[in-house]
């Protein structure tokens, strides 16, 4: 499709043993490095990508976005970001989940293409807008933009105190929700499809599954310990 490519794990396929099981591709969760990488290692694979031709962050729910143009020499030298770009075709940019919205977005006749992390905190933050500022600076058109958000927490399950949700909705009204229980709620992907729509992001595209609700997605907040999807996209 026109050169981009969106992808989203679910949580089967790996090597990880309970509670990880099976592809955790998330590395600060607690599970044995070597599962991690191996499972790194099948996710790329089975998308046709070399494993070490993918990008990661170290996602900490702020709004702050990292251009990169290759891999990461080391550990030490990933960027506390929750959004990545690239103008490099073949780079693939990955974002790690467990009922966050992953966000991908890819600009193919540009060749420019981006990855977030928009949590309750980001989304609030503006790590999507930050992310779309970022690409638009490197040449993009947001009326070209694909935006692709992946399984994530929905606003019927992600219950939070009415006073929070007084305040996410005064930042981002869209992302105001109720619980299927009839209590207060926020619906991040919401918010994440509304702040594109104001920046001119039409063309999008939101999964269906709710990771709460999903028993083959990680879910943080049923399960806490547990492992961590992740989101790819890359340019031909
Ligand atoms: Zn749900």
């Known amino acids: 499709m026109n050169g981009a490519h969106f992808a989203f794990t679910d949580r089967w396929g790996g090597v990880s043993a309970v509670p990880y099981e099976e592809l955790n591709l998330g590395g600060a969760v607690g599970d044995d490095p070597e599962a991690v990488r191996a499972n790194r290692e099948l996710a790329a694979k089975s998308l046709g990508l070399d494993p070490a031709r993918v ?18 020499g ?34 193919p006749v540009a ?7 928009a949590g309750r905190p980001g989304m609030v933050a503006g790590v999507v807008p930050a992310a779309v500022r970022a690409m638009t600076e490197l040449g993009a058109d947001p009326a ?23 305040d996410v909705a005064a930042v981002e009204p869209a ?16 918010g994440v ?18 990771t709460i609700e999903s028993g083959d997605h990680f879910s943080y907040r049923r399960d806490r310990t547990t492992g961590r999807l992740a989101g790819y996209v890359w340019l031909d």
């Open 111 to 117: 060749g420019i293409a981006a990855a977030a992390h």
């Open 193 to 210: 499809h509304a702040q594109l729509d104001r920046l001119g992001v039409h063309d999008r595209e939101q999964s269906p599954v709710c």
């Open 144 to 166: 070209r933009i694909l935006a692709r958000t992946g399984p994530a927490v929905c606003g019927r399950c992600y219950e939070v105190p009415e006073e929070m949700r007084a």
């Open 74 to 107: 080391s550990a030490a030298e990933i960027p506390s970001v929750d959004a990545i770009v690239t103008t490099r075709r073949g780079l693939a940019l990955a974002v790690l989940t467990a009922d966050c919205t992953p966000v991908l977005l890819a600009d």
């Open 55 to 72: 990008v990661w962050m170290n996602q900490v729910h702020g709004a702050d976005v990292a251009v990169v143009d290759g891999p990461w």
């Open 175 to 190: 992302a105001y929700a109720e619980t299927s229980w009839g209590t207060s709620a926020v619906d991040v992907t919401a």
